[in-house]
């Protein structure tokens, strides 16, 4: 790989030009590790070099490709993913997470490749009042349960001592893309609705403590131990969003019944949208991890004045 030198550690991204991947590359090469993007397209190398990364083109779904990929490395994340509404749907999505990760254990297996890190997602936990951890009760829908199978493989994986595998659940993760750009815009247009007003907690971090926190995970992660990403401080739906609208001079969004939602957006979707969900950071915390956003709006504050006619992210 071009700009490889001895003596420095290596690590692979799967996912790495997608919306967490390069947070996960930027963390990674800032802590002295030398990293290479998988991407499945060329013209996305960029993304990864931007981010200080070496890119390597091809599919986790392609074995041939990954056991190259990862060759030579100390550590591998998943965060590649799929829109789950493209033209193949959950399908796909499920194959890039669950058969993406068994692909990428067996070629950690075959080049000895010490520890696998794994993102999941905080959704997978069930509504539930009171402070979420990392033993409380799951109930994984939708898409959410994509992430939860992917977890079963690698967890499994690690009970049976081959890898090392850690799991890492971020929260609500805020930056210029994925479900957040548009949630913005929805707000600048005035078409965004809670649902039943919005009162239920959330919790959240910021798309740059998401990369550090899976660098820190990597780095002092227990093996087989899952981790919540989040920044610690839940907060009502509709306080993330009344702010939103505050910073950008807008009114504040309205509501809908959980009926009109179900209609809308479908049961799983409107399911999520309304669940509680407030989050320990406790756990990560305890590797020495903290976020450098305390809460979403010293995050937002930095982030909404950079969102306004900057590219989509992804």
């Known amino acids: 790989m071009n700009g490889e030198g001895p003596g420095r550690r290596h690590a692979l991204v799967a996912g790495a030009a997608g919306y967490l991947g390069g947070s996960v590359v930027r963390a990674l090469t800032r802590g002295g590790w030398q990293v290479r993007g998988l991407v499945r397209r060329p013209e996305s190398s960029r993304r990864v070099e931007e981010a200080g990364g070496v890119a390597v083109v091809g599919s986790v779904l392609d074995p041939s490709a990954v056991d190259a990929a990862v060759r030579g490395c100390d550590l591998v994340v998943h965060v590649a993913a799929a829109n789950p509404s493209g033209p193949e749907g959950l399908s796909l999505a499920e194959r890039v997470r669950v058969d993406g990760c068994r692909n990428l254990l067996h070629a950690c297996r075959a080049s000895g490749v010490r520890r696998l890190v794994v993102g999941s997602g905080y959704w997978v936990y069930a509504d539930q009042p009171g402070t979420i951890t990392e033993e409380s009760a799951v109930d994984p829908r939708g898409e959410s349960f994509v992430n939860w199978r992917t977890e079963r493989v690698a ?32 707000i600048q247009e005035g078409s965004y609705r809670y649902v039943e007003g919005g009162s239920n907690p959330w919790s959240f971090v910021s798309l740059e403590d998401t990369g550090t926190g899976f660098a820190r995970v990597a780095e002092n992660g227990q093996s087989g131990e899952v981790y919540n990403l989040v920044d610690g401080r839940p907060a009502p739906w509709r306080e993330f969003g009344d702010f939103i609208a505050e910073r950008l001079s807008r009114p504040s969004p309205s509501s809908i019944s959980m009926a009109d939602a179900v209609t809308g957006y479908g049961p799983d979707v409107a399911h999520h949208l309304h669940a509680r969900r407030a989050c320990s950071s406790a756990k990560i915390e305890k590797l020495g991890w903290k976020p450098r956003w305390p809460d979403f709006r010293a995050g937002l504050s930095e982030l909404l004045p950079k969102i306004d006619g900057s590219p989509r992210g992804r």
């Open 155 to 186: 967890l499994d994986a690690e009970l049976r001592g081959s890898v090392e595998t850690v799991v890492v659940r971020p929260g609500m993760v805020y930056g210029n893309g994925s479900w957040f750009r548009p949630v913005v815009e929805a």
